[in-house]
């Protein structure tokens, strides 16, 4: 029948009515609307089973300290250990709440985890004296320059709190990455483009064209003006691509989460022991400083004085999963670096089945024959003269401008953790919860924990490292404005979208 009724295809001679044709367009929406989803769901399974990956082998390394520290030192510490139980069950719940992005100072935590130990334990090693907290807390001043422990706190302070940096931002960025293609995925088509997809897909149907494949570079077109929003992601995408990178080669390497997880025990244990090596030297140091306390009527303990050889204990590595996972990401990272540039031609050769570039008898448009007009590049700005799908360039989709904005955000933390700089997680809390990044402290704990111990560390906000394939290597020139400005800014331009409207 003659065409003239027809809003979308060619109005030539056809086999599609109005209905058909309508009918056809919304097929087309769908039908494309789930290839975006499905080829989503394929990157998010990919980040998500890297984040449950590291995340499992993370929390059974803190695990298996902790349970090897239970095991062994009521043995070796007898009432050093059973009276101060609680002192180290909090320190690993510390650990945890902090690597789950709650609202903790890490350095604060493992402040107070020593400064505890230290008041137990000195009292406990001095039972013939009755000592007050006004005493102790004039032993805690002078411990810094006696350093009951040894090295141990500081050593341990600076690589516990790399390497928890560096794993929480990394375990994050996985989650931040699936959110946002998850996000994005969701986006619903412009009626200008459900227009394009209907004349690609099914107007050679109307034509009597049915086994006939849509042009390569006339899909391409297509696609590229409708996923225009989408490829803006390319740049920030690839940036947190290689920002994780460069993380995982250092919980790889210099922060090694292997060596200095899986040995947080041991090295209390050595602190422990420095304790009672030094006993009388540190004692009679801090009656120096403190004064002499009175004698206590309880008298002193047998026990604990046949508790003082040097003790060790064996860690077992787990160097090798450690490496294992870490290539195994870096492999995966690297291949989702151009999915968002690369996204238009998978769904043409593998989802629409567009012809071969070279083919000059396929479904053009209007015809079958060839198609002559050049492809577009990638991205908003680049459809101006897109000649097959009509892209309004000034204004950009604001979930997804959103979404480029929450991978600067995490790609800025990846940069802080790659240099050891902690970072603070809190502002993104609202959009992440329901990702799966774990459990946060409810906000009665987290209120009490910030009113007795607030800190003074403000959120770095260095420049991002550089950006390349070897991943990251300290910082660049390129640098972003602060998490809160950046949501701060996102706002606004929603603000704008709807004055818009």
């Known amino acids: 029948i003659l065409g003239e009724h027809l809003r979308i295809c060619p109005q030539g001679y056809t086999c599609c009515t109005s209905e058909m044709e309508e009918n056809f367009a919304n097929k087309s929406q769908s039908e494309f609307e789930a290839m ?50 609680k002192v180290f069950k909090d320190l690993y719940s510390e650990l945890r709440r902090y690597y789950r992005s709650s609202n903790i100072n890490l350095e604060e935590a493992l402040n107070e985890f020593w400064t505890r130990l ?34 141990v706190p500081r050593d341990l302070k600076v690589k516990a709190t790399r390497a928890f940096i560096a794993a929480r931002s990394y375990a994050q960025g996985f989650l931040v990455g699936s959110d946002v293609v998850k996000k ?19 107007c050679p149907h109307c034509r009597g064209m049915s086994s006939v494949r849509p ?8 696609v590229k003006g409708c996923l225009a929003n989408q490829a803006d992601l390319n740049t920030e995408w690839k940036y947190l691509m290689d ?30 022991s420095n304790l009672q090596e030094n006993k009388d ?28 050889g ?27 670096k151009t999915y968002w540039i690369t996204l238009p031609s998978s769904l043409c050769s593998k989802k629409v089945m567009a012809s071969s570039a070279s083919d000059d008898k396929c479904w053009n448009g209007m015809t079958k024959g060839s198609y002559l007009p050049q492809v577009m590049g990638d991205g908003l700005a680049n459809q101006i003269n897109n000649p097959e799908v009509e892209v309004d360039i000034t204004k950009p989709d ?51 924990r910030l009113s007795k111990s607030p800190s003074t560390r403000q959120p770095e906000t260095n420049a991002i490292p550089k950006q390349s394939g070897h991943g990251v290597n300290g910082a660049s020139s390129r640098s972003l404005p602060s998490a809160s400005l950046l949501l701060l800014l996102s706002v606004a331009a929603i603000a704008a979208h709807h004055l818009w409207r």
């Open 36 to 85: 975006m989803k499905e080829s989503g769901r394929s990157v998010q399974a990919t980040l998500t089973a890297q984040h449950r990956s590291f995340d499992s082998y993370f929390q059974d390394l803190l695990n298996k300290s902790e349970k090897a520290l239970y095991d062994a030192f009521p043995s070796m510490y007898g009432e050093l250990y059973t009276q101060n139980v």
């Open 281 to 308: 030297s540190i004692t009679s140091k801090v009656f120096q400083g403190c004064g002499n306390p009175k004698i206590s009527t309880k008298g002193s303990s047998s026990e604990d004085k046949k508790r003082r």
């Open 398 to 448: 604001m979930t997804i401008r959103q979404q480029i904005m929450q991978l600067k955000i995490m790609t800025n933390r990846l940069g802080n953790a790659n240099i050891g700089n902690d970072v603070d997680f809190q502002d993104t809390s609202d959009d992440m919860s329901g990702s799966g990044s774990g459990d946060s402290c409810p906000d009665d704990v987290c209120g009490k």
């Open 215 to 222: 042009c390569n570079n006339y899909c391409l077109n297509v």
């Open 310 to 336: 040097k003790v060790t204990l064996e860690a077992k590595s787990s160097a090798q999963a450690l490496e294992m996972l870490v290539l195994d990401a870096k492999g995966n990272l690297t291949a989702l």
């Open 118 to 151: 230290l008041e137990r334990l000195f009292k406990l090693l001095n039972p013939q004296y009755h000592i007050t907290d006004d005493y102790l807390d004039c032993m805690v001043k002078h411990a810094e320059q006696h350093k009951p422990f040894g090295e």
């Open 184 to 202: 994005v995925s969701q986006v619903s088509l412009s009626h200008e483009c459900t227009r394009a997809i209907m004349k690609l897909m099914y």
């Open 243 to 272: 920002s994780l990178i460069g993380v995982a080669d250092r919980i790889d390497g210099p922060y090694n989460v292997d060596t200095v997880i899986g040995t947080i025990h041991m090295r209390i244990a050595e602190a422990i």
